[in-house]
């Protein structure tokens, strides 16, 4: 029984080539990447750049060398927005954004005096690509979207998105969709994508990757050595380099690489998934948060219980079920303030593909009688 | 000898990749102090021409630097 349900926060289970891909490197491989000309340097350079090709390929980028290595989606996007010049300027934002975008964006507010102004939105949060229009204007130099919303699942239509945002560049923070939810960076013109690796692709944490497109119109965020150039106390002007300075994390990203190569099957089908939302959709006392239209759910929905706290809620589902989920706002205050879940937070139940039927039959019966008991 | 320099890493990986694909004989070395301090791994190989050949092919950029001698 797989009584996990938190993949949203890290994914867990591992593909088991994942602690292997660490374990030979911390413990058999060791080395530098691109500091060195050893043999030992090249195998690790070789995997690491390996682990960048999987990544352009997966995101059809095209150069895998405008796939840079970050620690997270979190620095992805921070990179993205700090290192582009918003000073005075509009940005298009979601209504289920992060915090890793809404703190990052409070931050330049208050220091760049940028001003962010709201997609026209579904009350599910998914944005209305055909009333775009209605709400641009000249300021608006960036666009932000959360791609799966951590909180209801919503998947927003990116490519769609950008389409209508014509010259208008688009950030999607893929941190909960990446892998899963695919979209082109080539087809589409997504001008940037943040994503991390230990979700939706059974990385180990510390593991992040961003695509820049244009990589000369970002100034990087962090500076320091890279392995080239290192007769000049300027920072490359070439990627990936110019955006990486430091050691990679080595160990996470053979972690990676092995997961993007060893992605698992589902143990269940997407009939048994949205049998398990329209099940407990139902059961009397619950309020479930999820997309008004399957097609467009991700693994990931909130629900709360009428006359309990979503805390009471949580720690009842472990206590007397060990069902693991996360409780609270998910560092998204303003998506469950648009979906009228603030302060107080919903449970949230994050799927992953090594859940099976069984799983979903067992969470159901035990929110069915927690629900049935709540006086 | 001739000695291939790049600019990062990233070419050095995949011009080896591009190499032992073509059967080229080469051997990945420490770039020597006095040519560059461009990245810590070059490329020296006898066989100028096919590996030029070989990375202009797969559009990898790079330096040489000819008749290099230890």
Do not use: W
Not at chain 1, 69 to 84: E, M, S
Not at chain 1, 120 to 129: N, Q
Not at chain 1, 181 to 194: L, P, R
């Amino acid at each position: 029984m797989n009584l996990y349900f938190d993949n949203s926060a890290t994914s867990f289970p591992k593909p088991p080539q994942v602690a292997e891909a660490v374990e030979f490197y911390l413990n058999r491989l060791g080395g530098p990447y691109g500091r060195s000309a050893y043999s030992r340097s090249v195998s690790v350079s070789a995997e690491v750049e390996k682990c960048r090709d999987l990544l352009a390929e997966m995101l059809n980028a095209g150069d895998s060398s405008k796939i840079i290595f970050t620690p997270n989606a979190t620095q992805a996007i921070n990179i993205v927005l700090k290192g582009k010049n918003l000073s005075g300027t509009k940005i298009l934002i979601s209504h289920l954004e992060h915090n890793a975008v809404m703190r990052t964006l409070k931050h330049l507010q208050n220091t760049a005096g940028i001003i962010p102004v709201y997609f026209p939105s579904e009350k599910d949060g998914r944005i209305i690509p055909e009333k775009i229009h209605e709400v641009l204007s000249p300021e608006i130099c960036l666009a932000v979207v959360n791609h799966q919303s951590n909180v209801n699942g919503v998947i927003q239509p990116a490519e769609e998105i950008k389409k209508q945002l014509g010259s208008i560049p688009l950030l999607t923070d893929m941190a909960q969709s990446a892998g899963k939810n695919k979209i082109s960076a080539d087809k589409s013109g997504i001008e940037y994508i943040a994503l991390t690796g230990h979700k939706s692709l059974f990385g180990p944490t510390g593991t992040g990757a961003l695509f820049i497109k244009n990589p000369e119109l970002i100034t990087p965020l962090i500076h320091g050595g890279t392995g080239s150039r290192s007769d000049s106390t300027d920072m490359p002007e070439f990627c990936p380099d110019m955006f990486e300075a430091g050691t990679l994390n080595i160990a996470g990203i053979f972690g990676l690489s092995a997961s993007l190569q060893n992605l698992p099957h589902s143990l269940h089908t997407s009939g048994d998934y949205l049998h398990l939302l329209e099940n407990i959709s139902e059961i009397e006392n619950i309020r479930i948060y999820s997309a008004e239209n399957f097609q467009y759910q991700g693994d990931v929905f909130s629900i709360t219980c009428c006359g309990m706290d979503s805390s009471e809620l949580g720690g009842r589902l472990f206590s007397e079920f060990g069902i693991e989920t996360r409780i609270g706002l998910h560092c998204a205050p303003a998506a469950h303030e648009y979906l009228g879940t603030y302060p107080e937070g919903t449970v949230r139940i994050s799927i992953s593909p090594y859940h099976s039927q069984n799983d979903f039959n067992f969470l159901y019966d035990a929110l069915k009688k927690i629900a049935g008991q709540k006086n | 000898m001739t000695v291939f320099t790049f600019k990062n890493t990233r070419d050095v990986i995949n011009a080896e990749k591009c190499l032992i694909a073509s059967g080229i004989s080469f051997t990945i070395i420490p770039v020597p102090r006095s040519i560059s301090s461009e990245c810590g791994m070059g490329i020296e190989s006898g066989f100028e021409s096919q590996i030029e050949n070989c990375l202009s092919e797969n559009k990898i950029s790079f330096n040489k630097h000819y008749d290099y001698k230890k």
